[in-house]
């Protein structure tokens, strides 16, 4: 294990990723524009894929900055910048409900720790370090008598489909016949 | 020293209470997406810092979840983006205020 090579380093790696996530995460909730926090969610993505390679995860680590840090967000920027074209008008980004409504987090934070810190939690020794050969074999495994995360995984397989028809039929401006022509004006706009 | 399992938890919490902060107090339909995939992002910290503390084929399962969690997030912010464009081209705004119309 990581941390077991070098505790120092292991500790200071994970108190500078947690410091870059919740940087970034309060960066996400005061920025100005979307894009600034599409940015400061990326950076939130990336501590934590440090974050799980110290925490004995780093395959999750990759799929993380693969799936998400990717994919994910690179959809999210490309469907702002997309629509900023159309719609550049200021959000008015506070008022004086939001400042009310801070208060839940808050207090939902206040209780957590109150009750994480009143229960130890120790490091089990027997814990397997997420490399792809100790997940592939329990995601695959096809025993009766195993967990069946692969049925699972074949229903993912079906919602992500579903997804994307979806997201299609949503999107799209016309399906099927097309309708009475449009005037070309609306191409300006909406994408 | 191990990184204590406690600590992973309350940056957890902190990581989803920004979350949280940012649905609730922001108007802006791109920020609400990005707090509902901050918020997904604490609990999967939360389910890798918990994994950490269970034996064997159990811990191997603290792996798994995350996996399946983040294929639902991608699905998620697949619809919501193909939502979100299908409200800005009736109201020409981002604006969450502005979809407030079974209200009235």
């Given at each position: 294990?990581?941390?077991?090579?070098?505790?120092?380093?292991?500790?200071?790696?994970?108190?500078?990723?947690?410091?870059?996530?919740?940087?970034?995460g309060?960066?996400?909730?005061?920025?100005?524009?979307?894009?600034?926090?599409?940015?400061?969610?990326?950076?939130?993505?990336?501590?934590?894929?440090?974050?799980?390679?110290?925490?004995?995860?780093?395959?999750?680590?990759?799929?993380?900055?693969?799936?998400?840090?990717?994919?994910?967000?690179?959809?999210?920027?490309?469907?702002?910048?997309?629509?900023?074209?159309?719609?550049?008008?200021?959000?008015?980004?506070?008022?004086?409900?939001?400042?009310?409504?801070?208060?839940?987090?808050?207090?939902?934070?206040?209780?957590?720790?109150?009750?994480?810190?009143?229960?130890?939690?120790?490091?089990?020794?027997?814990?397997?370090?997420?490399?792809?050969?100790?997940?592939?074999?329990?995601?695959?495994?096809?025993?009766?008598?195993?967990?069946?995360?692969?049925?699972?995984?074949?229903?993912?397989?079906?919602?992500?489909?579903?997804?994307?028809?979806?997201?299609?039929?949503?999107?799209?401006?016309?399906?099927?016949?097309?309708?009475?022509?449009?005037?070309?004006?609306?191409?300006?706009?909406?994408? | 020293?191990?990184?204590?399992?406690?600590?992973?938890?309350?940056?957890a919490?902190v990581l989803f209470?920004l979350?949280?902060?940012?649905?609730?107090?922001?108007?802006?339909?791109?920020?609400?997406?990005?707090?509902?995939?901050?918020?997904?992002?604490a609990?999967?910290?939360?389910?890798?810092?918990?994994?950490?503390?269970?034996?064997?084929?159990?811990?191997?399962?603290?792996?798994?979840?995350?996996?399946?969690?983040?294929?639902?997030?991608?699905?998620?912010?697949?619809?919501?983006?193909?939502?979100?464009?299908?409200?800005?081209?009736?109201?020409?705004?981002?604006?969450?205020?502005?979809?407030?119309?079974?209200?009235?």
């Amino acid at each position: 294990m990581f941390h077991e090579l070098n505790p120092f380093i292991g500790q200071l790696y994970f108190w500078l990723f947690a410091g870059a996530a919740v940087l970034c995460g309060a960066g996400l909730a005061s920025s100005r524009h979307p894009l600034y926090g599409a940015i400061n969610l990326i950076g939130v993505m990336l501590s934590l894929a440090g974050l799980y390679a110290i925490l004995d995860q780093p395959f999750l680590g990759v799929v993380q900055v693969l799936t998400y840090a990717g994919a994910i967000m690179m959809l999210v920027v490309f469907v702002i910048m997309v629509l900023n074209q159309a719609v550049d008008r200021a959000v008015a980004p506070m008022d004086r409900l939001a400042v009310v409504m801070g208060l839940v987090p808050l207090s939902l934070l206040a209780t957590l720790v109150m009750v994480l810190r009143a229960g130890p939690a120790v490091v089990d020794t027997g814990a397997v370090r997420g490399s792809p050969k100790p997940i592939a074999q329990e995601l695959f495994d096809l025993t009766a008598a195993g967990p069946g995360y692969y049925i699972l995984f074949e229903l993912i397989g079906v919602i992500l489909l579903v997804a994307i028809v979806g997201a299609i039929a949503l999107a799209k401006r016309r399906l099927g016949r097309s309708a009475p022509a449009a005037p070309a004006a609306e191409d300006t706009h909406a994408h | 020293m191990p990184i204590d399992p406690i600590d992973v938890q309350i940056l957890a919490a902190v990581l989803f209470s920004l979350g949280l902060a940012t649905v609730l107090t922001r108007r802006n339909l791109f920020l609400l997406l990005m707090g509902i995939e901050l918020m997904l992002n604490a609990v999967n910290l939360s389910i890798v810092g918990f994994s950490r503390t269970l034996p064997g084929d159990a811990s191997v399962t603290g792996a798994i979840l995350p996996l399946f969690t983040i294929a639902i997030a991608a699905a998620e912010a697949c619809i919501g983006l193909a939502m979100v464009i299908a409200i800005t081209r009736v109201k020409d705004s981002v604006d969450a205020d502005s979809f407030a119309t079974m209200k009235e």
